[in-house]
């Protein structure tokens, strides 16, 4: 919803919102836009001149502006409606996947941006490239994280279905988001309602090997299709710092770290092929891609201890993470937050366990809310607790004298990690 108000600054339009407990970059990036921000939902904040109210997803019935807006008669749309509507008359680029989208979406836009092309893009993160999470763009082309999850409260479907995307890119499927399926065979459900969007003379760009994904294809495409992975024409490895295009001579020095990341360029790659950007082109530019904002960024480096802060909160992602973190061979400490609907109902606990298991030791944090049996986290040898209180947590971080420290969190996780690197710094 940020970046969409970006984007509508950029339109001329005059943009206000309302939301609770917004933390940077975020409300960063809104202030030097010139957005006001209104802290809670005061319905005071509805002007006699108010043209259109854009609803989130996570507002429901019973919000105190939200029923202000239907008492009074306001228009209102959502977000992923709105977008669709701006974005009518351009070729659209769609990234979807239950992990990576947001660095795929970003090294997309990076390599059109490359290309000279000025795409639009709207990211649920910020591009280290472009500073900022969402713009209009000059070029005909956009690019936007295309998210499963539900549109409105009055629309239950899957927000990507509004994006009309002339490429639709699926770059894994698993289950997740258990507040609003019920399983992973809903989700796919959706995936095929967005296919059954992408005109004929658009594209299908899916990994190859993803039994979910087969399944989703097998009800039908319509589209052109082309598969990335092992076994495709594109095929990248990891070798230290080095991203390696398999079956061709094509290497390049890149920042990113980890399978998953050459994964990710594989998409952005065939994605921004099929746009008419030569595959060898596609690949070197992402030589000069920067990184996404807390997508395993090192926040605090001193010779001996390395804390990291990472968005992963599904359990591939953790592991993911935390497989990639290992190549440093000194002890890692893992603080993961469990703060997504699905995380706090306790629908991956079983699985939790493993996906640390390369973490030398593990913070689990949980809020008081959660109901089932947090002793699935505690393994044998105590390596792993579950902590309710943060900042008991953050002094006893502050004494680790070497290793990494990796934060995991979806959210704000309290400002922890600014906080325990300030103290560190003072040491």
């Not at 549109?151 to 279905?161: L, M």
């Not at 039908?220 to 990248?236: A, E, K, R, Y």
């Not at 699905?342 to 008081?368: I, Q, R």
């Amino acid at each position: 919803m940020g970046g969409l108000a970006q984007i509508c600054n950029q339109q001329g339009w005059q943009v206000t919102g309302s939301d609770l407990h917004v933390y940077p970059p975020m409300s960063d990036q809104l202030q030097e836009a010139g957005i006001i921000l209104h802290e809670g939902y005061d319905p005071a904040v509805l002007s006699g001149d108010l043209d259109l109210v854009v609803i989130g997803n996570a507002m429901s019935r019973g919000n105190s502006l939200v029923e202000a807006v239907l008492d009074g008669n306001i228009p209102f749309i959502s977000g992923p409606e709105l977008l669709g509507r701006l974005t009518s008359e351009m070729t659209v680029l769609a990234v979807s996947g239950t992990h990576g989208k947001t660095t795929t979406t970003s090294m997309l836009s990076w390599i059109l941006e490359h290309e000279g092309l000025s795409p639009g893009f709207l990211v649920g993160g910020v591009p280290e490239n472009f500073g900022v999470s969402a713009r209009r763009g000059a070029g005909k082309i956009f690019v936007v994280e295309a998210d499963e999850y539900d549109t409105a409260f009055f629309d239950k479907r899957s927000k990507f279905i509004h994006y009309h995307a002339d490429v639709f890119g699926i770059n894994n499927l698993e289950f997740d988001h258990a507040d609003i399926f019920a399983d992973l065979a809903a989700i796919e459900t959706q995936f095929h309602n967005a296919i059954r969007r992408i005109p004929r003379s658009g594209f299908i760009i899916s990994r190859a090997g993803v039994g979910a994904i087969e399944r989703v294809l097998n009800k039908g495409c319509w589209s052109n299709q082309l598969s990335i992975g092992q076994g495709t024409p594109v095929d990248f490895t990891i070798n230290g710092n080095q991203l390696i295009a398999s079956g061709s001579d094509m290497k390049i020095e890149w920042p990113m770290r980890g399978l998953h990341n050459a994964q990710n360029a594989e998409l952005a790659v065939a994605m921004a092929h099929v746009v008419n950007v030569p595959m060898d082109r596609a690949f070197f530019a992402l030589s000069e891609f920067g990184g996404v904002e807390r997508r395993l960024n090192l926040l605090f480096e001193n010779g001996s201890l390395k804390v990291w802060d990472d968005f992963a909160h599904h359990p591939t992602a953790i592991a993911t993470t935390l497989d990639t973190l290992t190549e440093e061979q000194t002890p890692l400490v893992a603080v993961i937050e469990l703060r997504s609907n699905t995380m706090k109902a306790g629908v991956h606990s079983k699985s939790l366990m493993a996906s640390a298991a390369c973490a030398d030791f593990v913070y689990w944090v949980l809020p008081e809310t959660i109901t089932w049996d947090t002793s699935l986290l505690l393994r044998s040898n105590g390596t792993s607790i579950v902590v309710r209180d943060v900042s008991a947590l953050e002094k006893q971080l502050a004494q680790q004298a070497s290793g990494q420290i990796v934060f995991m969190s979806n959210g704000g996780f309290s400002g922890i990690q600014k906080r325990l690197v300030a103290r560190l710094t003072e040491c």
